[in-house]
T-cell receptor, first 113, second 112 residues
Framework: DVKVTQSSRYLVKRTGEKVFLECVQDMDHENMFWYRQDPGLGLRLIYFSYDVKMKEKGDIPEGYSVSREKKERFSLILESASTNQTSMYLC????????????FGDGTRLSIL | RKEVEQDPGPFNVPEGATVAFNCTYSNSASQSFFWYRQDCRKEPKLLMSVYSSGNEDGRFTAQLNRASQYISLLIRDSKLSDSATYLCVVNMRNTNAGKSTFGDGTTLTVKP
């Protein structure tokens, strides 16, 4: 089974802090994704990566950056956390592009105070 | 108009009922299709892929209609444990990284 592991289930940070969310997958997947999910807004793509050191903006990249130094690890960085970034953050991975489904981690519930 | 649209529901059905959800997509270049299940405050989990010829997995049947650009999910003999939000997902052809478009989900509640 695919295993996508996110570093924290719950996280509380303060406004202005730099926040790191880590995601690791163990299936040698090429593609990795970061989403946020808010009530009534569905899943929204923040950034994705299709190879090491490659990244592309998703639909809502503002206020975020990412890092993929190794194939198995994809990090999401909130440069200066704000209260409107309080959300559920979901990491996903998939094998290749096209007809492969994405597999999700357990999610991180991030609260910015 | 959203690229992938679902009836948000909620669908409230008794145990044992048959229930069907539809999902429409707007991009005719869509290549592959999936149904996910998401429980409250949990991550989405892959329920099944949707194949052109239709496919079945136990009580669940998925269908694809390319001409009318929709996919469907049929659940027979509903169980209490089927209560969840069901997301349809569409992958477009020729996109980097298998970028997926998610519907907002249909909420199902199965009652005793």
């Amino acid at each position: 089974d695919v295993k996508v592991t996110q570093s924290s289930r719950y996280l509380v940070k303060r406004t202005g802090e730099k926040v790191f969310l880590e995601c690791v997958q163990d299936m040698d997947h090429e593609n990795m994704f970061w989403y946020r999910q808010d009530p009534g807004l569905g899943l929204r793509l923040i950034y994705f990566s299709y190879d090491v050191k490659m990244k592309e903006k998703g639909d809502i990249p503002e206020g975020y950056s990412v890092s993929r130094e190794k194939k198995e690890r994809f990090s999401l960085i909130l440069e200066s956390a704000s209260t409107n970034q309080t959300s559920m953050y979901l990491c996903a991975s998939s094998l290749t592009w096209g007809n492969q489904p994405q597999h999700f981690g357990d999610g991180t519930r991030l609260s910015i105070l | 108009r959203k690229e992938v649209e679902q009836d948000p529901g909620p669908f409230n059905v008794p145990e044992g009922a048959t229930v069907a959800f539809n999902c429409t997509y707007s991009n005719s270049a869509s290549q592959s299709f999936f149904w996910y299940r998401q429980d409250c405050r949990k991550e989405p989990k892959l329920l099944m892929s949707v194949y052109s010829s239709g496919n079945e997995d136990g009580r669940f049947t998925a269908q694809l209609n390319r001409a009318s650009q929709y996919i469907s999910l049929l659940i027979r003999d509903s169980k209490l444990s089927d209560s969840a939000t069901y997301l349809c997902v569409v992958n477009m052809r020729n996109t980097n990284a298998g970028k997926s478009t998610f519907g907002d989900g249909t909420t199902l509640t199965v009652k005793p």
